[in-house]
């Protein structure tokens, strides 16, 4: 019973939503609103249509953000090489999830729920029966945006008609039929309910919009700020943030006449444009990570051989708290990398480029630099605890 419940939960829910909206709407037409402005003229007609195309457009936005893949990673995708990319604290190399057995490229996290890596990751929703990634996310605001003009349209017109009611029973003392006076009172707390809730849902990503931050990265930039307040770290800046504009435009479109249209997202998810705003003139930086910020040490190159990353936490799956860490940004010189790996059979890494020192390791690892292939020091199998490997340096071209 539990799997049968699992498997229809997601349709049953979406299903919910959507009767919910169609109640609310046409009931409110047909035995409120409808009897309130009399018969069919041009008057109604104008009241009507506004209410009714918003509705529509929220519908419309809904079902693209439940159907819409929101963005998965390439299968064997690795970090191409380029100026500032979000890499493991503790080893300096690429974020990756080893449920996927994949990188992962910025701002991108597992979702345990649909089981795979999302592309930039807001949150998992129950009530779309979806995650709200790279591609459905503009969907998603559009979806709420509609919503909340709809329901403020509704509660307006409700209002209307109950003090219409009310000045009726006053003074000619007219009272309206039972059932009106049902559907009145439901749709007015429905509208009232609604337009509260999703109001402060829609503000909350307006915010995300304006400033270029996800759902999950919001909840990492106030434990931040948290952690600012205790004096533990001075500044902190978020990297994608291209200034109110551009940032709205990299969700809803160039173009400010087609932000409320529906419409498919640019780009590929993969990589995005990192503010100069964020580089200080010494050259460090405070980095928003995809599960946390960064605070008080700098990046070891020592052995990156000229290839420069910013360096972050793969934090799990589940939040976490740890202190942010600060990293030094300097830009990537241009080269060209080659890796030449033996990967004697293992499956629990893909190939790592010729610029990334090792496997992600928390423990020791050797680099030769003279190597010309990855070659292991023992039998083992290299895992998370420790690499004997070596691999072969960048080839500049």
């Known amino acids: 019973m539990s799997n049968f419940w699992e498997k229809i939960k997601g349709p049953f829910t979406v299903a919910s939503v959507t009767i919910t909206i169609l109640f609310i709407t046409y009931s409110s037409q047909i035995f409120v609103i409808w009897p309130f402005l009399g018969a069919a003229n041009m008057h ?4 009507l249509v506004p209410l009714n195309f918003f509705v529509l457009m929220a519908l419309i936005n809904y079902f693209l953000t439940c159907k819409t893949d929101p963005g998965s990673v390439p299968n064997r995708w690795i970090p191409r090489q380029q100026a500032f990319i979000e890499v493991k604290k503790s080893t300096h190399t690429p974020r990756f999830c080893k449920t996927c057995n994949n990188y992962k490229p910025p701002r991108t996290h597992h979702c345990s729920t649909c089981n795979r890596c999302v592309l ?12 709200v990634g790279f591609a459905n996310y503009c969907h998603f605001f559009r979806f709420l945006i509609y919503v909340d003009i709809s329901s403020i349209y509704l509660f307006i017109l409700l209002s209307c008609r109950l003090a219409q009611l009310v000045r009726d029973m006053r003074h000619y003392d007219i009272r309206p039929t039972a059932l009106e006076s049902a559907f009145l009172s439901i749709n007015l707390v429905l509208a009232v309910t ?62 400010p006449i087609f932000w409320l249209v529906p419409g498919q997202m640019s780009g590929t998810g993969l990589d ?21 910020f960064s605070s008080s040490t700098s990046l070891n190159r020592s052995a990156s051989m000229n290839s420069q990353w910013t360096s972050t936490t793969d934090a799990p799956d589940d939040l976490h708290h740890h202190e942010p860490v600060k990293v030094d940004i300097t830009p990537l010189m241009p080269l060209k990398t080659k890796a030449s790996i033996n990967t004697i059979g293992s499956r629990s890494m893909p190939n790592t480029p010729g610029s990334i020192l090792t496997f992600a390791s928390t423990a020791t690892t050797l680099v030769d630099y003279h190597s010309h292939k990855l070659t292991p020091k023992s039998n083992s199998i290299p895992t998370e605890e420790s690499s004997n490997y070596s691999i072969s340096p960048p080839h500049h071209r």
């Not at 109604?44 to 009241?47: E, L, P, V």
């Not at 930039?120 to 995650?131: F, G, I, L």
């Not at 106030?222 to 940032?247: A, H, V, W």
């Open 120 to 131: 930039k990751m807001d949150h998992h929703c129950p009530w779309v029966n979806n995650c």
């Open 44 to 47: 109604s007609i104008a009241i």
């Open 272 to 292: 995005f444009p990192i503010t100069t705003k964020c580089i200080d003139q010494d050259g460090e930086s405070v980095i928003l990570d995809d599960k946390q």
């Open 194 to 255: 609604v337009m509260i809730a999703v109001g402060i849902l829609t503000s909350y990503h307006i915010y995300c919009i304006t400033t270029n931050t996800t759902t999950i990265e919001g909840w990492e930039k106030g434990r931040s700020l948290t952690i600012k307040g205790m004096g533990k770290i001075q500044n902190i800046k978020c990297p994608y943030d291209q200034g109110i504009y551009k940032n709205i435009q990299a969700v809803l479109g160039r173009w």
